[in-house]
């Protein structure tokens, strides 16, 4: 599992490691770690390093002493490196002095010994807040070659990935010591994320992620004594005359997802059959039978007839999923989600939580949905390419999503129906709503991407619709279990 730790926390732990060890090791250490993976991307992107030209962007924090000191570790390896300073009088000086005694020069701009094939932003570092300043921002602008990113890219807020203004967008951000949230709430900025150890002394993380292959180890598979009861009965009220659709998507989703019996309930029943004869479907809540969980919501429609059936499913005993529909009722009576003794899980979209709260999530998304969690006393999942899920007690789960593919029409009943099927299941929320994100993300890709078995495959990327995401949702829990990542799907039979 991946932990995430904010500036504070990191700078906490940098503190007693810094006064054990000799002046400037630690930020040589991390420089270390810098020119190793600059010298490998120049490898991989130009066939060399020797020769090969690099410019630093130079603040005036530790950042830019970090990118002064991979400089000189670069012209050992022979490539020529210039610095451009921002601040010349607040420049690292030993790293300064370092650069300059190993042939570094210095540049007023980014070509200053001809056009780079790659650069190093060390402008801002764990203490920068804000977009970049006007004359960083025009720098970073006239820049066409990859960059590098010391710690996080500037202009972006290392706990909250938030983009204000002005900021780098980098091909690769090496990380020092730690993962910060910036680098999977911000991924769209960080690029691929290289860890560095440098030897800090870390307690377990506020916010973490799974691996994908935590994700399959922990999916529900039949054992030799279990049935269909035993797996994790859920009961799905989706779907409504006039979106059928919602019922057939969530309902097809918990199915696809385990192996245990899926109860459906609304006007839908025929669509549903149509779509998956295996579930028990009936228009009456009363004659449902027993679930393990409930995921209510999607499509249900917001009358009278629908608030009188989310108060029923949330009088029950056992877990509820809330989406959608249902957490427009719920807007109206948050009580009723409060005083439950059985866990909630709340899964908003942006506009969903505004209903909610009263206030959109804003640039803090991990604050925002914590203080959400513990005021009603719920898991909540707000999606988004990062999706962020908190639990009352205050940790929170990140699932970087790595595109935008799930956000189409129909995709939110898919994820109900997933995540729903895994509470069924006697998985907890916080950890069924992460494993159910990635499971739907890494469906979203693989359909997008044509990499499954089929006359699609080897297409590349193409739009998709939430019953394509549906028909890969399968595929995507094959490859979790398998522990292949996306890129290595050829290695499947």
Known sequence: MRGYYTADEVRSAEAPLMASLPEGALMRRAARGLASTVASELRVRTGGVAGRVVTLLVGSGDNGGDALWAGVMLRKRSVAVSAVLLIPEKAHKEGLAAFMAAGGRIAAHTDGLGPPDLVIDGIVGLSGKGPLRPDAAALVRRIEVPIVSVDLPSGVDPDTGAVEGPAVHAAVTVAFGALKPVHVLGATHCGRVELVPIGLSLGEAGTSAFEPAEVGAAWPTPGAEDDKYSQGVVGVVAGSEGYPGAGVLCTGAAVTATSGLVRYVGPCTSEVLAHSPEVIATPDLAKAGRVQCWAVGPGMGTDDAGRRTLRTVLESDVPVLVDADGLTLL????????????????????????????????????????????????????????????????????????????????????????????????????????????????????????????????????????????????????????GISPERMSDLS
């Open 331 to 482: 807007a109206e009576d948050p009580d009723l989600v409060r005083f439950r003794t059985a866990p909630t899980l709340l899964t908003p979209h942006a506009a969903e939580f505004a209903r909610l709260t009263g206030t959109d999530p804003g640039p803090d998304r991990m604050a925002a949905v914590r203080a959400l969690a513990a005021d009603w006393q719920a898991h909540v999942l707000l999606k988004g390419r990062a999706t962020v899920i908190a639990e009352p007690g205050g940790h929170v789960f990140v699932n970087e999503a790595g595109s935008s593919w799930s956000a189409t029409a129909g995709a939110g009943d898919v994820l109900a129906g997933i995540v729903g099927s895994l509470m069924a299941a006697g998985i907890a929320p916080n950890r069924a709503a992460a494993m159910g994100a990635r499971a739907h993300s890494l469906a979203a890709n693989l359909a997008a991407r044509g990499e499954c078995a089929g006359p699609s495959a080897g297409r590349g990327a193409a739009p998709i619709s939430a019953g394509a995401l549906l028909a890969h949702l399968r595929e995507s829990i094959r490859v979790l279990r398998a």
